[in-house]
């Protein structure tokens, strides 16, 4: 039996904020990453795109304990792209696991309805003599040659810090200047929510009301496609109405326009469970997992809807992501961030 989740973007209240925090164990969208462990970060060269290699920034994190094992009491999943203009068109997925006694994070679990931050422990890799890029908050071995207190992953990023606002305080007391300019993505908590159960009795459902919603759906993602930047859109909206593919992807998806995340539950040692897809060119195959040759499995998708919400400044395109992982969800060997496999799937033109 297959459980879906979905998820939808929140923009939290600035008091809220430090909920985004690694120690409240989030899942969000944008900014920097809240790391999961803390003392051995995915490396430089790890998180470099594999097309042009420009570096990685961070997308979204969720987080995804599985329970019947007390290795991944804990456990994250952090998606990263390229945006580069001229490039824009690789993902990585890295996963973290920890167990509920561990070395960053307190036994017991936070107060998630607390309504201010505990400040006593505020776990981050420069605790543990881990330094993270000013710039995007990734591993960093880089120091700026001036003042030397500020680290970064790439001379890229130094040049931008640089140019935006380290100039201006390079080597003074201040720490920070105001900089309306990021390469980062705005940044929202991701809120999931249990797919309602459809309605099976076909005498029950309503073929007008459902072509209704597929039409909603239709005029939903026309509007917001200048700024999802996505070129094919229209091209493949305006398809046959033949293309069955397609009509089921749109009637999954009409009931909940706004979701950018769909999370599968299942036994994944026994249930296999095929993903929603936007074209036909999919993957006969996943490779086995590189750190311990275990089959992967489906975990989740990341929807177009997500396009809307990183902004108008994002180069990222795609129709879909699919994300698989170890079936075991097996325990690192050397990184404490261990590669998995995803799929970016595009609208057909």
Same mark, same amino acid.
């Given at each position: ?60 994190? /969720? ?6 094992? =007390? ?112 390469? $980062? ?28 919603? /597929? ?29 069955? $593919? ?6 999954? +998806?009409? =009931? ?8 599968? =539950? ?40 997500? $396009? ?5 400044? =994002?180069? +990222? ?20 961030? +261990? ?11």
């Amino acid at each position: 039996m297959v459980k879906i989740d979905i998820g939808f973007v929140e923009k939290l209240d600035e008091t809220q904020r430090f909920k985004l925090k690694s120690k409240y164990f989030p899942s969000k969208v944008g900014g920097k990453p809240s790391w999961l462990s803390l003392d051995s970060l995915p490396s430089t060269e790890q998180l470099k795109c594999d097309l042009c290699g420009n570096q990685l920034i961070y997308l979204l994190q /969720i987080y995804a304990p599985f329970e019947n094992n =007390s290795n991944t009491f804990h456990r994250t999943l952090f998606v990263f792209c390229c945006n580069h203009s001229k490039c824009a068109k690789f993902f990585k997925v890295c996963r973290s696991q920890l167990s509920r006694s561990n070395r960053f994070y307190d036994y017991e679990p936070p107060d998630y309805e607390a309504e201010v931050e505990n400040v006593a422990y505020d776990p981050k890799p420069e605790v543990f003599g881990v330094k993270t890029c000013a710039v995007c908050g990734c591993f960093s071995d880089k120091l700026c040659s001036g003042c030397k207190s500020v680290s970064y992953c790439c001379k890229e990023h130094q040049k931008f810090d640089w140019k935006n606002s380290h100039r201006s305080i390079c080597g003074k007391s201040e720490s920070t200047v105001d900089s309306k300019k990021s390469l $980062l993505f705005p940044e929202y908590e991701l809120i999931i929510e249990t797919e309602e159960e459809l309605e099976t009795n076909t005498n029950i459902e309503n073929e007008e009301s459902e072509n209704q919603r /597929i039409d909603e759906y239709l005029k939903y993602i026309k509007e917001r496609k200048p700024l999802c930047q996505n070129e094919n859109l229209d091209s493949y909206i305006n398809c046959e109405q033949s293309d069955e $593919l397609f009509k089921s992807f749109r009637k999954k +998806i009409a =009931s909940n326009p706004d979701q950018v995340i769909r999370y599968y =539950s299942y036994d994944r040692n026994v249930e296999s469970f095929e993903p929603l897809w936007v074209n036909t060119e999919k993957p006969s195959s996943t490779p086995n997992c590189s750190n311990c040759g275990s089959e992967r499995a489906l975990e989740f998708q990341i929807m177009p809807q997500l $396009l809307y919400f990183v902004g108008e400044n =994002s180069d +990222i395109d795609f129709g879909i992501l699919t994300v698989y992982t170890c079936k075991n969800s097996c325990e690192p060997k050397s990184s404490a961030y +261990i590669e998995e496999f995803i799929i970016k799937q595009d609208f057909k033109s």
